[in-house]
């Protein structure tokens, strides 16, 4: 059993914060900070603070459960796995594949994503696939792709945040979400930038805003564009940027022109004083960023609403600028590295598209199958959920709950019980694994080692901290033993490194390139940020959004000096000036650098010190071999050129209407959701913490005291919504 | 309907081109015919344009996929077709009539050519041509007389002072804007123009406009004063153009007549916008045009249920000026009756000025100059026409930024 420290990362939001964790004699864990690492530098939430008491035996499964009647009792790993086998195959033989469906999550790790999509595709030979991060950012993942031909949450990291000029973040409260990253802000505005919020509701993050913007729920988008219009009629475009680096430009023009700012104001209720305003803040420092996250997001319009502030910051010329850009704060734990590994219903590893005949050759060639074999594309969440019960007759479902969690949760539960055969891989007995026919109880963040990317495009390394309790299996354990019964000996392995080193051949070559990253790498580097292509030579990668830095443009980089590496006694395989960060002081360079380890290293001693808390990549940790240039990650994207195939961003002329669903006589109210710090998601494991429970007891509602008094109520009163 | 049904707007304006846009976003497409050669434009930004904020091209509106350029001479009902100047004949199933306002000539003498055109110098102020010919003909120290105070006449006055013109205002009318403004009100707008060197006259008549070799020289007023004049803008309102419904036998009283379905008396035809009377009511404003042009898509797309019930909006302006804009927000009566009550803050050194009229439990009007911070609270105190709240407050919360909130 271990007993020292490992250092690693919370189980919750994208974030991913640095965490060390150490078995206490008493079997629980111990959480101590781990200040090194940037993101947030040793503080940690409440949930983060809490996250072992989740790990305890008395709140979670130990054993398969598998259902009797009405009940769900006990049963042995095998009866459990061979009713599972049994239940998908019986489907496939009287449905055909697509009668199967997949359903996973954006906590799954990278490797539990690919191996899941993989499963579905090679295994069950089914389209049906599809995961919750839909229900999460997608439209901003959608919108920029459109406009950047790419999408990363953010293409900077936390740490440039500070030193903008101006931040205007929209929809976002991540005071309660994601509250280590608030320092970044309060910090922002120490160094004199300022700070527009822009939230319905006057939230913890509102207060804190130099200028805090309340439009109506649902006009985020009629809001950008006013603030677009403004742009235009100030003369605050920034021409040459728009005539060199951008595409789309008069169209998008001519889109906001249809949105004077009187208008917008009567749209909004945002009065065009604080319309101009917030332009001058935004325009007049010499770097600005956008953030959106779930508000203007989960709209019926939420891709053309993200589009709307996208084309804010190419107008003014700030995206693919130092310290500037737009960027989502994707939320899920791995909502990021969820996205591009193949779970998704469109997709191949490497955010590569099923529809693409090159992505499927390359893909089904690192998976051994005849690249016809593979599914197209199927349906995403809502509709595949949707469709449960009628041509998806049975389920595998992994890392999510929608019975609490999906849009019309209610129909969606109804769906699901209609289905033939349902099975959940679950930590906890959660709301939609109670329903299950067959629910398996699956290892946790701190019980195995596996790779997240935060909602940085850093891709970091989970550890293993602490041994499973008895009767729990990881879901790669679970993927493989399926597999096998399902006739794939092949092919699903259980150690999550070997299947990286599958998805970085995988990914290699796709626009999330991991290909360059090593769990050696993350383990020293603090994580390291995609795109991270192999390196053949010592030319620049051919992939040209890759950003050159120098110094100027990279004021901060994620590593400590490469100087403390050479000369620390286990730094000798990464000689001065070769480690990651080496850029800082040779910013003449190209974003290359080259490894050169030192003859003494024994390529033997690597597997037993590779995840070890102090060790270094030594040359046969990178399997890119001996003296091969090692590609630094790509922390800041699109200095250069965007992602598209002719290097520019796309205007993507976009206009306001009206919600999907407008107040009327019979729903007179408009409700709006948000978060709260002590709760994470459907709450399937924060309502198991009594810390956690106390301080946020349950859902409530919050009303304006007029209108609680028009509607009869009062102070902790019960209601039905 | 169904979507396969062939729908023709006639008139490229703020409210037709919303329709059509926002048609072909929900699957049906619509044919759209515009006399005007200029690509279609934001007609509310023209005064920007004239004083010299945007360039001409920068307002034009997301272009229509089918637009015809052509002037619609008649409707045949019966046979459900349009006949254009050119002979071309259109068919439809759904017409939509878009056909918005012609700008108020009053009867002056000298004020038309004896072949009944304005003479040179003297402008409309309503379309893109408007706008260029003012553009062109403004120039420093140019003599610029405006006739009418009201919204226009003052966005145009703030414009052509902006590019340099001597400017005088001539108002009928005892104060400016009266439509919407109460006194004092009026008297800060009048404080604004004049910061920017426009001489405003007010109960001032305009007789008649004379010219020399057809170019205008000057203009007379009724007390037989006379200004000289390089330029005049007529800015004397704008009247439905209706002449298309008429001819074609529907019912029109000041505009063509719809009901919440937005139909005309022929139930194949439509109408939205300046061209239209609903309830009782020709608006002449942008905002109720385009909800009109949402509401009649949604119908025209499928969605039966849709109604348009009418627009309760704010009358706002923005005059920038040297020394930064000058806001202004107006809506309803602003001028109490006995028993309203009436809550008003004024700040004589920074020009700001609000107010609201309250009658019974109900907002019937208000201001808001200078200081528009409870803006988007009151316009949806306004549209909601909801109990204003029985807390006995002095309802100050419609006037200050955080109070009673």
């Known amino acids: 059993m271990q007993t020292t420290a490992t250092p690693t990362h919370c189980p919750y939001c994208a974030l991913q914060c640095g965490m060390n964790l150490t078995p206490a004699p008493d079997g629980t864990v111990e959480v101590s900070e781990r200040a090194d690492f940037p993101v947030n530098r040793g503080a940690l939430c409440g949930k983060g603070r809490t996250a072992p008491a989740v790990l305890a035996s008395n709140v979670r499964l130990t054993s398969p459960l598998v259902r009797s009647g009405d009940a769900l009792v006990p049963a042995s790993w095998d009866e459990a796995l061979d009713r599972i086998a049994a239940g998908l195959r019986r489907t496939r033989e009287e449905y055909g594949p697509d009668g199967v469906g997949v359903f996973g999550g954006g906590g799954l790790t990278n490797e539990k994503a690919y191996t899941l999509g993989k499963f579905a595709r090679v295994v069950l030979g089914t389209s049906q696939i599809d995961y919750n991060g839909r229900f999460c950012m997608s439209s901003a993942a959608a919108a920029g792709i459109k406009a950047f031909g790419l999408d990363r949450g953010l293409p900077f990291p936390l740490e440039d945040v500070p030193k903008t000029g101006c931040v205007i973040l929209v929809g976002s409260n991540l005071a309660e979400t994601m509250p280590p990253s608030l320092r970044f802000l309060t910090e922002l505005k120490e160094n004199g930038g300022t700070l527009i919020v822009i939230d319905p509701r006057r939230t913890k993050t509102a207060e804190q805003a130099d200028l805090h913007l309340a439009p109506r729920p649902g006009t985020d988008l009629a809001l950008a564009l006013g603030l677009l219009h403004l742009v235009i009629a100030e003369g605050r475009v920034d021409e040459e940027y728009v005539q060199e680096r951008t595409v789309g430009w008069e169209d998008a023009r001519a889109a906001a022109m249809a949105h004077w700012p009187e208008h917008v104001e009567r749209i909004t209720g945002v009065s065009v004083p604080e319309l101009r305003e917030t332009v001058r803040l935004f325009c007049e420092p010499e770097s600005a960023m956008v953030l959106t996250a779930r508000g203007p997001e989960q709209q019926s319009k939420g891709t053309d609403t993200v589009g709307a502030w996208i084309n ?105 019980r209609s289905l033939d055969f349902l099975a959940v891989c679950d930590v906890v007995l959660s709301e939609t694994a109670a329903l299950a026919d067959v629910v398996l109880p699956v290892t946790q963040w701190a019980e195995e080692t596996g790779t997240t990317t935060n909602l940085e495009g850093r891709v970091l390394l989970r550890r293993r901290a602490i041994t499973p309790p008895d009767g729990v299996r990881t879901d790669l354990e679970v993927l493989h033993e399926l597999a096998a019964r399902l006739g794939v000996e092949k092919g699903f392995p259980t150690d999550p490194e070997e299947v990286f080193e599958e998805l970085r051949r995988a990914s290699a070559g796709g626009a999330a390139d991991y290909s360059g990253i090593t769990y050696g790498r993350l383990a020293e580097e603090d994580g390291v940020f995609w795109p991270c292509p192999t390196m053949e030579t010592e030319e620049p990668t051919s992939r040209p959004f890759l950003a050159t830095e120098s110094a100027d443009s990279a004021p901060g980089r994620t590593k400590a000096a490469p100087a403390e590496a050479a000369g620390g006694p286990a730094g000798s395989a990464c000689a001065a000036g070769g480690g990651p960060g080496a850029q800082e002081s040779a910013p003449d360079r190209p974003a290359v650098t080259t490894y050169h380890p030192a003859t003494t290293t024994d390529p033997t001693s690597h597997p037993a010190t590779k995840l070890g808390t102090t060790s270094r990549p030594d040359a046969a940790g990178d399997p890119t071999g001996p003296g091969r240039p090692v590609h630094p990650g790509t922390p800041r994207l699109f200095l250069d050129r965007f992602a598209t195939p002719d290097g520019r961003a796309r205007f993507v002329p976009v206009s306001h209407r009206a919600t999907a669903e407008e107040p009327d006589d019979e729903y007179p109210v408009l409700l709006t959701t948000g978060r709260v710090v002590a709760q994470y998601q459907s709450g399937a494991q924060t309502r198991r913490v009594a810390e956690l429970n106390a301080a946020a007891p349950g859902p409530f509602v919050e009303l304006h005291p007029r209108l609680a008094a028009r509607l009869g109520g009062a102070r902790g009163a019960n209601r039905w919504t | 309907m169904t979507s396969n049904e062939r729908v023709v707007v006639i008139g490229t304006g703020l409210a037709g081109v919303r329709l059509a846009r926002r048609l072909g976003e929900l699957g049906t497409p619509a044919s759209l015919i515009g006399e005007e050669e200029h690509r279609p434009y934001n007609r509310v930004l023209l005064a920007e344009v004239l004083a010299g904020r945007y360039g001409p091209e920068v307002v034009a509106l997301p272009a ?8 619609v001479t008649g409707i045949d009902r019966d046979g459900r077709t349009v006949t254009c100047a050119d002979g071309t004949v259109i068919a439809y199933d759904r017409l939509v009539l878009a056909t ?118 000057l203009v007379e007023m009724a007390d037989g004063y006379a200004l000289d004049a390089d330029l005049v803008v007529v800015a004397c309102g704008v009247r439905p153009r209706v002449g298309l419904a008429q001819a074609a036998g529907l019912d029109v009283r000041k505009g063509v007549v719809v009901d919440d379905e937005l139909r005309t008396s022929d139930p194949y035809i439509h109408a939205i916008g300046d061209c239209a009377q609903h309830d009782g009511v020709v608006y002449g404003l942008a905002a109720p045009a385009l909800e009109q042009a949402d509401a009649l898509a949604e119908l025209l797309a499928g969605d039966v249920n849709t109604r348009y019930t009418g627009t309760r909006s704010l009358t706002r302006l923005t005059l920038n000026g040297h020394e930064g804009p000058f806001d202004l927000a107006a809506f309803g009566e602003t001028e109490a009756l006995p028993g309203d009550d009436v809550v008003q803050l004024a700040d004589a050194t920074r020009g700001t000025y609000r107010k609201v009229v309250v009658r019974d439990d109900r907002l019937v009007g208000g201001v808001l100059i200078g200081e528009l911070g409870t803006v988007g609270a009151l316009a949806r105190a306004w549209e909601g026409a909801e109990p204003l709240p029985s807390d006995g407050g002095p309802l100050l919360h419609l006037l200050t930024n955080d109070g009673g909130s």
Not at chain 1, 344 to 367: C, I, N, S, T
């Open chain 1, 312 to 416: 804010l910051c190419l107008a003014t010329g700030r995206a693919g600028r130092p310290l500037s850009g737009y960027g989502c704060l994707t939320g899920q734990g791995n909502g990021q590295g969820g996205r591009e590994h193949g779970q998704k219903a469109d997709q191949l590893p490497g955010y590569r598209k099923l529809d693409d005949p090159a992505a499927r050759r390359h893909v089904a060639e690192v998976w051994g199958v005849d690249p016809d074999s593979l599914p197209g594309p199927g349906r995403s969440a809502y509709e595949l959920l949707d469709a449960l019960g009628t041509d998806i007759r049975s389920l595998l479902l992994m890392a999510s709950n929608p019975v609490v969690s999906a849009p019309r949760a209610a129909h969606v539960e109804e769906r699901i």
């Open chain 2, 64 to 71: 229509p996929a089918e637009l015809r350029r052509g002037r």
């Open chain 2, 100 to 217: 918005g306002s012609n700008p108020v000539l009053p009867p002056l003498r000298g004020l038309f050519t004896p072949d009944h055109v304005l003479p040179e110098g003297v402008h409309a102020f309503r379309t893109m041509d408007d706008c260029l010919g003012l553009s062109k003909a403004v120039r420093p120290g140019a003599r610029a007389v405006v006739i009418g105070g009201g919204l226009l006449g003052v966005s145009a006055a703030r414009a052509l002072a902006l590019r340099g013109a001597q400017v005088v205002l001539a108002q009928q009318s005892e104060r400016l804007m009266e439509r919407q403004l109460d006194p004092a009100a009026s008297k800060l707008v009048k404080r604004h123009l004049t910061d920017l060197g426009v001489e405003v006259h007010t109960e001032c008549r305009v007789r008649d406009v004379r010219c020399v070799g057809g170019a205008v020289r």
